[in-house]
């Protein structure tokens, strides 16, 4: 049973940082993409930054480049999303999110942490 699950959001001023953190537990597969969406009130979620736990490769939407970085300590399972010099834009829901392949943390990834609240004023 794959677990997901998210902390470190909260509120933050603008130009300030947060740290989120999401741990994973019961994953079986060899290597994997992780990554972070996010969703504000009435529209889709989007993708973010991801990192790929075989290759270490990171990806990150034009949206947060320069700005968020994602990492990851393989040794607890635990992948990071950085955040700075957050805008009042960035206040959403932020999900840490998993799937087998990139491809299908593109289109849909499989296995979804319950979110975690970010709120910039």
């Known amino acids: 049973h794959v677990q997901l699950v998210e902390s470190g959001g909260g509120s933050v001023q603008a130009g300030g940082s947060l740290r989120l953190s999401c741990v994973i537990s019961?994953?079986?597969?060899?290597?994997?993409?992780m990554g972070w969406f996010r969703q504000t009130p009435g529209k889709e979620r989007g993708g973010l930054a991801r990192?790929?736990?075989?290759?270490?490769?990171?990806a990150y939407g034009s949206s947060v480049q320069g700005r968020f970085i994602i990492s990851r300590d393989s040794g607890r399972n635990i992948v990071y999303l950085q955040m700075n010099s957050l805008r009042p834009e960035d206040g959403a829901m932020y999900y840490c999110?998993?799937?087998?392949?990139?491809?299908?943390?593109?289109?849909?990834?499989?296995?979804w942490g319950q979110g975690t609240q970010v709120t910039v004023s």
């Open positions: 999110t998993a799937d087998p392949s990139v491809m299908g943390w593109l289109t849909h990834p499989k296995y």
């Open positions: 019961g994953y079986t597969y060899d290597g994997y993409c």
């Open positions: 990192i790929h736990t075989g290759s270490h490769s990171t």
